[in-house]
């Protein structure tokens, strides 16, 4: 006689793997963060904060569990964190310019109403 049980599934198949969450949020807000430094720096430096965030957050995600998360999701995530930390170095910088120009326009006018020719009657 013939075995027609039906095949069992093996229990060693892969499991799908699945996107890591928020990898493409983390890409999307660190390349904003580069395009957007130059709007006084301050959006710039909130979007480059909140990519951090999620992607450190995805980090100890993936690293609890590797095989569950694709590599492609994984290469977003760190290409999002790479942008993230630029944009708000240069969002930091560029905050850093306005400041010290705010200062020196304000230390130039001071001077220049300290010097009134009216005054010195």
């Known amino acids: 006689m013939e075995d ?3 095949p069992t599934i ?11 969450p ?6 999307v807000l660190g390349i904003l963060s580069i395009a957007v430094c130059w709007c006084y720096g301050l959006f710039g430096i909130t979007m480059g904060i909140i ?10 995600l993936y690293n609890e ?3 569950m998360y694709t590599q492609a ?33 304000g230390a130039a006018i001071g001077t220049i109403f300290t010097q009134l020719p009216w ?3």
């Open 73 to 105: 999701s994984y290469k977003n995530m760190s290409a999002g964190r790479v942008c993230a930390i630029i944009g708000t170095v240069l969002s930091s910088i560029y905050v850093a310019v306005v400041l010290i120009y705010l200062l020196i326009i």
């Open 65 to 67: 569990n590797p095989d």
């Open 10 to 20: 093996q229990e060693n198949t892969p499991k799908k793997q699945q996107l890591l």
């Open 119 to 121: 005054e010195s009657f």
């Open 51 to 60: 990519a951090l965030v999620l992607s450190g957050k995805a980090k100890s």
């Open 22 to 27: 928020n990898s493409t949020a983390v890409l």
């Open 4 to 6: 027609t049980t039906t």
